[in-house]
């Protein structure tokens, strides 16, 4: 995958196959749905109408999911969308839905951070910190040079996000080895 930053094209021909315009190559449903899973947006284009088929076919993806069992939705999630497309909240629902999943992934990133450094999240943290290199700094009378803080260094937080990034290449590849497994 070239650029991360623009929708992965993805070109459905009239013989229904989807083509990836970047590796030029054809993909399956379950290739998309390893894209999607590893961070990458995807638009799925049919070749002929121009028309967009990206919403179709991730839901397609939910659908083939829940019929392996993998339940993606709850009973009751299914049962109030199919309701949502015959009331008047049809106009409130995908609003609310993007609002929850955003909410999700806020606070999936803040937990995240909590597991990299669990005491940050401790409170008076901060403080407790600043007590520790003031008392050091007086108990040495100034002999011994103030380091700075490793969490205020941007060595430290090119580390982190390093290790941040590799510790979610290692879930997609694992994520991937599991769905590979429910085959």
Known sequence: MADNTSPLLIKRYASRRLYNTETSDYVTLEDIARFIRAGREVQIIDLKSGDD?????????????????????????????VRSYTSQAQSVVPQFLAMSFDMLRDRQSKVMENVMNPMSAMPGYEAMRAQQRAFIQAMTGGMIPQTPDPDDTENEASADKDE???IRAQLAEMQEKLSKLGK
């Open 53 to 81: 088929l990206t919403r179709q076919y991730l839901l397609q993806i939910i659908a083939e999911h829940e019929s392996r069992g993998e339940n993606v939705l709850p009973l009751g999630v299914l049962t109030d969308l």
């Open 164 to 166: 941040l990034r590799d």
